[in-house]
């Protein structure tokens, strides 16, 4: 969509819109800075398969996000527009910086978040994520990773999570640290956002490396305790799945990241 037809489009359907400016484009969304007045939303909307492990939910994120006002954890609901763009949601514009490396400020975070509770109404997620695992593992050509999957682990709780909680999505605002793209919330064991931060792939996608071990501690000390080593050895298991899912798609930046997974997959289950 051109930036004429999304201004075009959002003035046809009464917003008061001035301007709009293309965002740096995600992996399964299109994101736009639109100007209203002295107020600035982010637009963002489909763009590309969504993956088993990060779903496009529109309803679960308006959930969310409802619960979640003025909260300062995630920007606030604006609108939702399902008829455009095949789904456009609209939320204020978090004013800040991509997050700059300080771990233990997400650790802060993560325990603020999972600290509240989820609204009812939102998935459930990451319970077996090994079962997750094997459930991406099917839809790739290669599934040569099913030798490597560790026992099976069921994981209880219901805490609220993002479930996407990596570099890109870390905003250093004016009010502190915020998670933005709220596009798979879901209810289910905090381990599963944890191990998505800490995951060694999702970290070198976001900013080329992965967390020292310094900086793991540092995560830990403001979080609270990591997940066992049988828990961690599953998550790494269910990213490298995603992992060669992504590279049977064409997406090469994937094949470093599902080394570094592997790696860490073996570290755990020698534990």
Same mark, same amino acid.
């Given at each position: 969509?051109?930036? !004429?037809?999304?201004?075009?489009?959002?003035?046809?359907?009464?917003?008061?819109?001035?301007?709009?400016?293309?965002?740096?484009?995600? =992996?399964?969304?299109?994101?736009?800075?639109?100007?209203?007045?002295?107020?600035?939303?982010?637009?963002?909307?489909?763009?590309? %398969? $969504?993956?088993?492990?990060?779903?496009?939910?529109?309803?679960?994120?308006? =959930?969310?996000?409802v619960?979640?006002?003025?909260?300062?954890?995630?920007?606030?609901?604006a609108?939702?527009?399902? *008829?455009?763009?095949? *789904?456009?949601?609209?939320?204020?514009?978090?004013?800040?910086?991509?997050?700059?490396?300080?771990?233990?400020?997400?650790?802060?975070l993560?325990?603020?978040?999972?600290?509240?509770?989820?609204?009812?109404?939102?998935?459930?997620r990451?319970? %077996?994520p090994?079962?997750?695992?094997?459930?991406?593992l099917?839809?790739? #050509? %290669?599934r040569?990773?099913?030798?490597?999957?560790? $026992?099976?682990?069921?994981?209880a709780? =219901?805490?609220?999570?993002?479930?996407?909680?990596?570099?890109?999505?870390?905003i250093?605002?004016?009010? *502190?640290?915020?998670?933005?793209?709220?596009q798979?919330?879901?209810?289910?064991?905090?381990?599963? %956002?944890?191990?998505?931060?800490?995951?060694?792939?999702?970290?070198?996608?976001?900013?080329?490396?992965a967390?020292?071990g310094?900086?793991r501690?540092?995560?830990?000390?403001?979080?609270?305790?990591?997940?066992p080593?049988?828990?961690?050895?599953a998550?790494?298991?269910?990213?490298?799945?995603?992992?060669?899912?992504?590279i !049977?798609?064409g997406?090469?930046?994937?094949?470093?990241?599902?080394?570094?997974?592997?790696?860490?997959?073996?570290?755990? #289950?020698? =534990?």
């Amino acid at each position: 969509m051109t930036p !004429e037809a999304l201004l075009s489009a959002l003035r046809s359907r009464g917003w008061p819109v001035e301007a709009v400016e293309r965002l740096p484009r995600g =992996r399964t969304n299109c994101a736009w800075r639109v100007r209203s007045g002295e107020r600035a939303l982010t637009l963002r909307h489909p763009s590309g %398969d $969504p993956a088993l492990l990060f779903p496009r939910d529109p309803a679960a994120e308006r =959930r969310a996000l409802v619960a979640l006002a003025r909260t300062g954890l995630a920007p606030e609901l604006a609108g939702w527009e399902p *008829g455009l763009a095949g *789904g456009a949601i609209l939320t204020s514009y978090v004013e800040g910086r991509p997050w700059g490396g300080d771990a233990a400020a997400v650790g802060r975070l993560l325990r603020r978040l999972h600290g509240r509770a989820a609204p009812v109404g939102l998935p459930v997620r990451g319970c %077996d994520p090994v079962g997750e695992g094997f459930a991406i593992l099917a839809q790739c #050509r %290669d599934r040569g990773l099913a030798a490597l999957a560790p $026992p099976r682990v069921k994981l209880a709780g =219901r805490a609220l999570l993002h479930s996407d909680p990596v570099p890109g999505n870390l905003i250093e605002g004016p009010e *502190g640290l915020a998670l933005i793209d709220w596009q798979c919330p879901a209810a289910g064991p905090t381990a599963h %956002d944890v191990m998505l931060f800490l995951s060694p792939a999702m970290q070198i996608l976001g900013r080329e490396r992965a967390l020292t071990g310094a900086e793991r501690q540092a995560f830990a000390a403001a979080y609270g305790p990591l997940p066992p080593p049988p828990v961690r050895a599953a998550m790494h298991w269910r990213m490298a799945c995603h992992c060669q899912w992504r590279i !049977e798609r064409g997406d090469a930046a994937y094949r470093p990241a599902l080394e570094a997974e592997l790696r860490a997959l073996a570290r755990a #289950r020698r =534990r």
